[in-house]
């Protein structure tokens, strides 16, 4: 089963992540079009402080409004990195947004950095390759540590001196009840150590046409499947801030077409809660022996791809970040949160 994994350049030892949504709460009529115009704005007003990569995409199910706009971002300088998110200031944006806009629109923003000693990647392609290893510099490289449990933990590097330990007091903090108000309101919080960021992909684009109908009513309700369990039991599982998100191939929110790609971005309280349900939980088993099973179907003609990134992170090294958000959206529910004065 051959796998790669990025390969970033020798000189860099963090990258930089931020997911960027605009929602509209459900029942109302704002305009999300100047939403988005602000951020595309953000994007490419001043190169020195940009993403290097960006991708695009809309909330299919989730830890969000659904058809909510997403907008993942990376960075391979701290610096731009850090003014960038400076200049992007939600609060203001929120702010300029039309006065009957307002209250039927949410801003937030979930970043984090990655130390590459502490982050893992696999794709089973190389000519599809999103997500970090679009960063300037980045290549692949062809591995051995796949096709059994525990293979995630070993292509991490700080894994061969440590277990990255779940957090126990603030797991045991973390899952506020009640859920704190959050519309009309701005909040912030941060992350504890060593919670795990997720992002897993599929891209079904090149396929055939028995491929793509494969995918679509064998693997993908599957997927499906698995993401439900995790949704309804968060506690349970240690999954927070799931999303279930369609690329969106343009800068338009109105696009409303099939883009054969998706992705599921999150995070867990911890490598080993992630790792248990991969091995243990029927959902995900499900998914795993349908991968296999249709790798096997389509052999060498196969032209599924499928990919993820996991960083475990440092405490303190996330942020969190709402405006105006429904109380499902992203960490919300999961994280001890702050409510800041504008």
């Known amino acids: 089963m051959p796998r790669w994994l990025a390969q970033f350049p020798d000189n860099l030892d963090k990258v930089f992540t931020a997911y960027i949504g605009v929602q509209q709460h459900p029942g109302a009529q704002a305009e999300l079009p100047q939403c988005h115009a602000a951020i595309e704005l953000w994007l490419s007003q001043n190169r020195n402080t940009a993403p290097a990569s960006v991708e695009r995409f809309r909330v299919l199910d989730g830890n969000d409004a659904p058809k909510s706009l997403v907008f993942a971002c990376y960075w391979n300088d701290e610096i731009k990195y850090q003014e960038g998110i400076r200049r992007l200031n939600l609060s203001r944006l929120h702010r300029e947004l039309d006065p009957s806009d307002q209250p039927a629109v949410g801003l937030w923003c979930e970043r984090f950095i990655s130390h590459i000693p502490r982050l893992e990647t696999n794709y089973t392609g190389t000519d599809y390759l999103p997500g970090l290893a679009q960063l300037p510099g980045t290549s692949t490289k062809d591995h051995s540590c ?4 525990g293979a995630a933990r070993d292509r991490i590097p ?7 330990d779940r957090d126990g007091g603030s797991i045991a903090a973390a899952f506020p009840d009640p859920v704190p108000s959050s519309v009309g309101k701005h909040l912030t919080g941060t992350n504890f150590q060593n919670m795990v960021h997720i992002r897993s992909g599929q891209f079904w684009d090149n396929c055939d046409e028995d491929e793509k109908r494969s995918y679509e009513e064998n693997l993908e309700p599957t997927l499906r499947e698995g993401l439900s369990y995790l949704w309804q039991n968060p506690t349970t599982s240690g999954s927070m801030a799931l999303r279930y998100l369609q690329n969106v191939p ?8 099939q883009s054969n790609e998706s992705c599921v971005t999150g995070f867990f309280t911890s490598l ?5 349900w991969a091995k243990h939980h029927p959902s995900h088993l499900a998914i795993y022996t349908g991968a296999i099973r249709h790798a096997k179907t389509f052999g060498e003609k196969r032209k599924f791809r499928t990919w993820h990134e996991v960083s475990v992170l440092k405490r303190g090294d996330a942020h969190f970040e709402y405006v105006n958000c429904l109380p499902e959206t992203g960490m919300i529910k999961s994280v001890s949160l702050k409510e800041v004065s504008d």
């Open 146 to 149: 796949t096709a059994y449990w």
């Open 158 to 164: 700080d894994s061969a001196f440590d277990l990255f």
């Open 250 to 257: 343009n800068s338009s929110p109105q696009w409303s077409g």
């Open 272 to 276: 080993a809660d992630l790792e248990s």
